[in-house]
């Protein structure tokens, strides 16, 4: 599962993955003791940790540091309402070849076009 946290009354989302609720509930937990702001989950898809690349990819000319990148209020609005399973065509999440799934490519455009606009 592919999570998106946001840090209250800032841009900044963190776009991470993690294996069920229930490690994402801990994993919130642990990263609000570091943080000055209140931190909310403002989404989740479906995905693995192939699909948390292609996300980190597709926004890194918006990357802070770490997993976190700063997002407009458009981009912050999109990711919350997108929900659609997004895999990669391969089981192996180091070797990602989008290009061969015809199905995911036209999810991919889509969700590039909602989140480049």
């Given at each position: 599962m592919i999570y998106f946290i946001?840090?209250?009354?800032?841009?900044?989302?963190?776009?991470?993955f993690t294996d069920s609720h229930?490690?994402?509930?801990?994993?919130?937990?642990?990263?609000?003791?570091?943080?000055p702001y209140e931190l909310r989950v403002i989404g989740t898809v479906a995905g693995d940790i192939g699909t948390e690349k292609l996300l980190h990819a597709l926004f890194h000319n918006d990357h802070e540091r770490g997993e976190w990148f700063?997002?407009?209020d458009e981009q912050i609005y999109t990711l919350s309402q997108f929900e659609?399973?997004?895999?990669?065509?391969?089981?192996?999440?180091?070797?990602?070849?989008f290009t061969k799934d015809n199905e995911f490519m036209a999810v991919?455009?889509?969700?590039?076009?909602?989140?480049?606009?």
């Open positions: 946001q840090a209250a009354e800032t841009e900044m989302v963190k776009i991470g229930e490690t994402l509930k801990v994993r919130i937990k642990v990263l609000q003791t570091g943080s700063k997002l407009t659609c399973e997004l895999r990669p065509a391969t089981d192996n999440p180091q070797v990602i070849d991919h455009d889509e969700l590039i076009q909602r989140i480049r606009k």
